[in-house]
């Protein structure tokens, strides 16, 4: 399963739900990776802190040893594709989430998010909240 960047965050933010999700998917030995485009939307908040220190030690703590998947040639298509599906339809979404939808899809993961809303008429992609 892979987190959205609103999961990270709520875990960093101690998120109840958030929280309860994650201990839930232990439990069940599912792990939860993340994406390239997560860190790159954490370091963005990150670098907008006014408290950066603080920040950047809640990201490594929540990041820790967890596995990123890359937004390489597959995922790029398949983002172009739900970018492209969305504008076609007169739908919006924002870059990012194509990404991180098109990263999920090429690595057949479903995507853990409280913004189902985004992820939403994406084909081929499996969205589990909290």
């Given amino acids: 399963m892979i987190a959205d960047?609103?999961?990270l965050i709520d875990i960093m933010r101690g998120d109840r739900?958030?929280?309860e999700k994650g201990e839930e998917l232990e439990r069940d030995g599912v792990q939860?990776?993340?994406t390239t485009v997560s860190v790159f939307e954490l370091y963005v908040g990150l670098n907008s802190s006014i408290r950066p220190?603080?920040?950047k030690n809640k990201i490594d703590k929540v990041l820790g040893n967890?596995?990123?998947h890359h937004f390489d040639f597959d995922a790029a298509r398949e983002a172009g594709e739900i970018f492209a599906d969305k504008k076609r339809r007169e739908l919006t979404i924002d870059p990012e989430d194509a990404m991180i939808a098109g990263i999920c899809i090429s690595n057949e993961e479903p995507i853990l998010t409280r913004n189902v809303n985004h992820f939403s008429n994406i084909g081929r992609?499996?969205?589990e909240s909290y």
Avoid: G, M, Y
């Fill in 5 to 7: 960047t609103t999961f």
């Fill in 17 to 19: 739900s958030a929280i």
């Fill in 32 to 34: 939860v990776n993340i």
């Fill in 53 to 55: 220190i603080e920040e």
């Fill in 66 to 68: 967890i596995v990123v």
């Fill in 125 to 127: 992609l499996t969205v």
